[in-house]
């Protein structure tokens, strides 16, 4: 469970992935927390293999070094992110923050060209009709085997799940660095949680 959210431990893409870190996204406005969507990451397990370099680092050595992060991003395993609505909201107000958090680490690169926004303009327009309502859940999957690209999924109580691909490469990358990108990241608690993990398996793989 996450903030009351469930979350099943393993789920199965093409072989399964374990629950390594989870969180909210919220903020607080005069005292009163307000939440948007509890965040589930699920990685292979495996990634540990491609972090030893972080051998013996606490949970929060871990969670301010955005090093490790990158590593995590660029490690060829299986990556998937579950995304549980709790506060309501339109998909074009949801569009709008994906593009706007894609665009601006693209532009500080100097990577934001054509192809990248009518790459992001797919994902908004993906999500523009769509209604957020609560339990609402959006999944994003990072195949190892295909890392320039990822689907985009989208379920509604009631409705059939609705899915997309993005094939940008830089945008792929963006949208990891938008929740596991460490602390630039969405959720803070959610990187929290993976540093936790990752930490506790990082010491049990090694010894």
């Given at each position: 469970?996450?903030?009351?959210?469930?979350?099943?431990?393993?789920?199965?893409?093409t072989?399964?992935?374990?629950?390594?870190?989870?969180?909210?996204?919220?903020?607080?406005?005069?005292?009163?927390?307000?939440?948007?969507?509890?965040?589930?990451?699920y990685?292979?397990?495996?990634?540990?293999?491609?972090?030893?370099?972080?051998?013996?680092?606490?949970?929060a050595?871990?969670?301010?070094?955005?090093?490790?992060?990158?590593?995590?991003?660029?490690?060829?395993?299986?990556?998937?992110?579950?995304v549980?609505?709790?506060?309501?909201?339109?998909?074009?107000?949801?569009?709008?923050?994906?593009?706007?958090?894609?665009?601006?680490?693209?532009?500080?690169?100097?990577?934001?060209?054509?192809?990248?926004?009518e790459?992001?303009?797919?994902?908004?327009?993906?999500?523009?009709?769509?209604?957020?309502?609560?339990?609402?859940?959006?999944?994003?999957?990072?195949?190892?085997?295909?890392?320039?690209?990822?689907?985009?999924?989208?379920?509604?109580?009631?409705?059939?799940?609705?899915k997309?691909?993005?094939?940008?490469?830089?945008?792929?990358?963006?949208?990891?660095?938008?929740?596991?990108?460490?602390?630039?990241?969405?959720?803070?608690?959610?990187?929290?949680?993976?540093?936790?993990?990752l930490?506790?398996?990082?010491?049990?793989?090694?010894?």
């Amino acid at each position: 469970m996450v903030d009351e959210v469930p979350f099943p431990p393993i789920v199965n893409i093409t072989k399964p992935l374990s629950l390594l870190g989870h969180g909210i996204t919220d903020i607080e406005i005069h005292f009163l927390q307000i939440k948007f969507t509890a965040i589930g990451v699920y990685l292979d397990p495996h990634i540990v293999s491609h972090l030893h370099k972080w051998k013996g680092k606490s949970a929060a050595e871990l969670a301010q070094d955005d090093h490790f992060f990158q590593a995590i991003i660029s490690a060829p395993v299986d990556k998937f992110v579950r995304v549980v609505v709790i506060k309501e909201i339109k998909g074009s107000q949801f569009g709008v923050q994906i593009e706007s958090a894609v665009r601006d680490r693209l532009a500080e690169i100097d990577k934001y060209e054509e192809e990248e926004e009518e790459a992001v303009e797919q994902v908004v327009e993906f999500f523009q009709s769509k209604y957020f309502n609560k339990d609402s859940v959006l999944t994003f999957y990072f195949p190892a085997a295909s890392p320039t690209s990822a689907q985009i999924g989208f379920a509604s109580e009631g409705k059939e799940e609705s899915k997309m691909e993005v094939k940008n490469g830089n945008v792929v990358e963006m949208i990891e660095k938008w929740y596991l990108g460490g602390t630039t990241a969405l959720s803070p608690t959610t990187i929290s949680s993976l540093a936790t993990s990752l930490s506790t398996n990082l010491s049990i793989s090694c010894n």
